[in-house]
């Protein structure tokens, strides 16, 4: 499906600040540092949590 | 019978993750996406939904294209919380706002004490369990005023339970003339798990019920009161499996009311660029299989899926105050137990010992998982 190029501009653009700034996410509301979580391997900061980060289907 | 001309629709799940989304952004610029499933009771946090993303919700809403997908509701609870009411009124103004196509739940209870944290666990299929989950789904109906469907749970304790879940699932739908989400990985986790061909389970489910179809990747798990076993979880946390894309193909044929085919992958999950192009890939191949199926078949969808007959709310809402203490019996067992044999000898002192929920037939290594499973998610997401 065609989506309108100002939401597909939007999106991009959010997902570039998201990505210097740490997304919005539940972590955020919680007050959890994500820069100071464990790092991976690669040295990423370990997600501690996110909004498809779910137990739903019964065997997560 | 009236049938209408349909098709199928390569859909994500998608949710406002930042990694998801840059995962999903290419499928969006090449106008891959056809439909969106959100997660619309897993904002409780956020106060405010950044605009851009209630413009994509409307994008896809507008086109009948968008589906929800609640996670928290629990409709097998013995005991009615005021986290319910309040999970029907979200879902009531949030249907208002945004047209969903249609609207579906979890299979299960919440074992956490807190509305939003826990893990789902089956319940006992019975005449009880079977009112109480009836009457749940008249009133999620009754709040979206569109179709409404269940979603198959991966786990379960014993063979019968897993032969016998497409039957009580067709049971709890009829009254509203529901339909199932039939998760393909949760099958897969049911065919390992418990050593089933496909051609044996898929019979036990309802597939003209089947509106929608997931598939996602998920993580193989050691038990150690089985050490030649290993448990397949529904994690979402991988690639698509190669089985999963053949129990796809088995699938489509089948199920001849279907209308959406979902990827779900966790955010979590997506973090390098790899995983990302990984679940670009697994979008292709699912949509390549759905778009081969549809050059040789056209569906004709018979059923509208929405209630024949309204069906009445009682004003107090009915709860069972033992299955209410059962479960927070076992959800303490679940969360607490030190290991299987701690769980088992506590659950043989409970009063789930000689009840419907036959613990004395429970698989060790499904009670282990079990274990694994609600002490990951007691503490919430």
Known sequence: ?60 | MKTSQSTIYSTVACNLDQHLLQATLPLFASEKIEAIEWSFDTLFKVKNIPDWFVELLKTYSQANRLIGHGVYFSIFSGKWSEDQTNWLRHLKKTANHFKFDHVTEHFGFMTGSDFHKGAPISVPYNQSTLALGRDRLVRIYDACQCPVGLENIAFAYTLDEVKQQGEFLTKLIEPINGFIILDLHNLYCQLQNFSLSFDTLIKAYPLDRVREIHISGGSWEPSDVHPTRNIRRDTHDNAVPDEVFELLKLSLNRCPNLKFVVLEQLGTALYTSEQQIQFQHDFDRMQNIIHQYLKKNTPQISNTFLPEIKSSLSLEIPQNEELAQQQAELSFILETAKNHSDAHEKLRQSSLASTDWKIENWSAYMLETALKIAQKWKQGW
């Open chain 1, 1 to 60: 499906m065609k989506l309108p190029k100002t939401l597909l501009q939007a999106i991009t653009l959010s997902i570039a600040i998201s990505a210097v700034t740490g997304i919005t996410t539940s972590c955020e509301k919680e007050n959890i540092d994500r820069t100071t979580a464990e790092p991976t391997d690669d040295g990423d900061p370990k997600p501690q949590c996110g909004f498809e980060d779910c137990p739903a289907c019964g065997m997560g």
